[in-house]
């Protein structure tokens, strides 16, 4: 069951991600863009936990996954801080 939730989780953030860089390319709204950027890599540390915790149980791969949710932030501070209007 926690693969599951796992793996929407990753869809989820993945598709948000799609919806808000779409929206930049057709309005370029600087902050859709590090939103979308932001999304993107929280899929991408949604579908590490997936393969930490299911694929690779044996492997720890906190700090990568760590890494990655702490970068999407930046991203996402950076938008709202300097690119917003």
């Known amino acids: 069951m926690s693969s ?5 989780e990753a869809i989820v953030s993945f598709v ?10 057709r309005g370029r709204r600087k902050l859709l863009l590090w939103s979308g950027l ?4 929280l ?4 579908a590490l936990i997936f393969v930490d ?6 492997t720890d ?9 702490t970068l999407a932030m930046v991203l996402l501070l950076y ?5 917003s209007n």
């Open 79 to 83: 938008g709202l801080i300097w690119e």
């Open 53 to 58: 915790l299911v694929v690779l149980p044996q």
């Open 61 to 69: 791969l906190y700090l990568l996954r760590l890494s990655s949710t």
């Open 4 to 8: 599951l939730v796992y793996t929407l």
């Open 16 to 25: 948000c991600a799609g919806l808000l860089l779409r929206g930049y390319v």
């Open 43 to 46: 899929g991408i540390s949604n």
């Open 38 to 41: 932001c999304f993107l890599v």
